[in-house]
């Protein structure tokens, strides 16, 4: 999987987009600017009705009073029958006169005298209708009682805080939709250039990210990021152009120890010396491949024989000693025979070196008619369970080695056609026994006749 395949697979869960966050704070910012605002806007159209109907009461109060003031209204005669309720009073709340629509929609039969039970309550209810009610002095006369009902107002109260309700309600869901719409749009740039960034191949040239038209916050971060890319590419040019140096100072004097080794070995017979003439060999190829990598990549050309196992076991005994050979090396292995050795020399090596002098190492060579199948173990602690796939990164190590034998041996495998996977073994009571690593190849499926003439072109 691509480092890009997980961004395009599952988009950041909704809790976690900074477009959410940003539109989630618009949104109640602008619900809290909403709901003072409109508290404060139906206050004040409440408070406006409320003196306008206070106004109107009074001045239908003092409607009635001029009636008795001006003489044009005999206290004989029965009050005239409008929309409102009124009552003359004396100075202590006693019954002078009441309108009809008071008698009526009340039941009560109100007598001259009676107490007025309505005198102390500015609001009260008749016939569920709400009323509010205001005196008036008269002279000469007593007080002057007047009600007016006041639905209307109550159902604009009413209508207003439904409105004001529903507004907090509809408003934060068409905030936070449009919030997130802006912030898509808005955002669109900085989501573009997580794709990018999250594409780059380190190992390859860190091209920078398209800038936006827009000079903008998001436009100030990609700037930043291109510059710290650029600052990176530098920095990795340096070390390969160091590690290049360093391997070419290397090389020459590698060389002239392998032909030194050979010809002395060749010379004496010592095993020792025929023993450090491989170790030379295989350094060779370990700067060889640290040349490599310093242009910027790994890569190795195969040189194809068909070799006896046997040859390959004589070769990796003399390397790594103390090793275990297991299994059937009676058959020929169609290889590149140096690379081969040198994967399987990554892998001992590194057994041996965890395993200890006094730990076991064993190679298990294992075929079938489609594949063959080393099996290197050792008596170690086994491998870091968090460094997982990443045990075979370049100069990642589990402990005290240059992390880069085990990138080559699953190269090398990969060029023959096959793989290399590595775990660990358990004993019989499920505790780790040590590492374990299988190197497949593909088999040879030679027939007889060739065989036996690639037999011939490689010395026993």
């Known amino acids: 999987m691509t480092p890009g395949a997980g961004l395009h697979s599952a988009r950041v869960a909704w809790r976690h987009s900074l477009r959410f966050r940003l539109s989630l704070m618009y949104t109640l910012g602008a619900l809290l600017i909403t709901a003072v605002i409109g508290f404060g806007i139906t206050a004040y159209l409440l408070g406006q009705m409320n003196r306008q109907f ?116 509809v408003a934060p869901l068409l905030l936070l939709l449009l919030g997130w719409l802006v912030g898509q749009r808005m955002l669109a740039g900085l989501g573009d250039a997580a794709e990018l960034a999250d594409r780059i191949d380190p190992s390859r040239s860190l091209a920078t990210l398209p800038l936006p038209e827009r000079e903008d916050e998001v436009h100030r971060l990609l700037t930043a990021i291109n510059r710290l890319l650029v600052r990176i590419e530098a920095g990795q040019q340096r070390e390969k152009q160091l590690l290049g140096q360093i391997v070419h100072e290397l090389g020459a004097p590698l060389t002239v120890l392998k032909a030194s080794l050979s010809s002395a070995g060749e010379r004496t017979g010592d095993p020792e010396v025929m023993r450090a003439a491989l170790v030379a060999d295989e350094l060779t190829f370990t700067t060889q491949d640290l040349m490599q990598l310093a242009r910027g990549q790994l890569e190795m050309k195969l040189v194809w024989h068909f070799i006896p196992a046997q040859t390959l076991r004589a070769r990796l005994d003399r390397l790594v000693s103390g090793v275990q050979f297991e299994g059937d090396w009676t058959g020929g292995i169609l290889c590149d025979p140096d690379r081969l050795t040198q994967a399987l020399r990554n892998l001992l090596a590194n057994a041996r070196r965890h395993a200890g002098v006094d730990g076991t190492v064993s190679c298990r060579l294992d075929e079938t008619p489609e594949w063959l199948t080393f099996t290197v173990r050792d008596s170690g602690p086994g491998l870091p369970p968090e460094l997982g796939e990443r045990i075979f990164d370049p100069f990642v190590s589990g402990a005290g080695s240059s992390g880069l034998g085990l990138s080559v041996s699953r190269q090398i495998a990969v060029m023959h056609g096959g793989n290399l996977v590595g775990g660990n073994h358990f004993s019989a009571g499920g505790v780790v026994a040590g590492a374990e690593f299988l190197l497949t190849i593909p088999g040879a499926a030679l027939g007889e006749d060739e065989e036996d003439e690639l037999l011939e072109e490689v010395p026993a």
């Open 54 to 169: 206070d106004t109107r009461l009074a001045e239908r109060a003092e409607a009635v009073a001029d009636r008795f003031t001006s003489g044009t209204q005999d206290i004989g005669k029965r009050l005239p029958a409008n929309n409102i309720y009124t009552a003359v009073l004396t100075e202590d709340n006693r019954v002078l006169a009441v309108s009809a629509s008071l008698r009526t929609d009340t039941g009560r039969d109100f007598k001259f005298g009676d107490e007025f039970p309505y005198a102390h309550h500015a609001s009260f209810d008749i016939l569920d209708v709400p009323l509010r009610s205001t005196i008036r002095p008269v002279p000469e006369y007593g007080l002057v009682w007047v009600a007016l009902p006041e639905t209307d107002l109550v159902v604009a109260r009413n209508s207003a805080a439904r409105a004001l309700l529903l507004s907090l309600l």
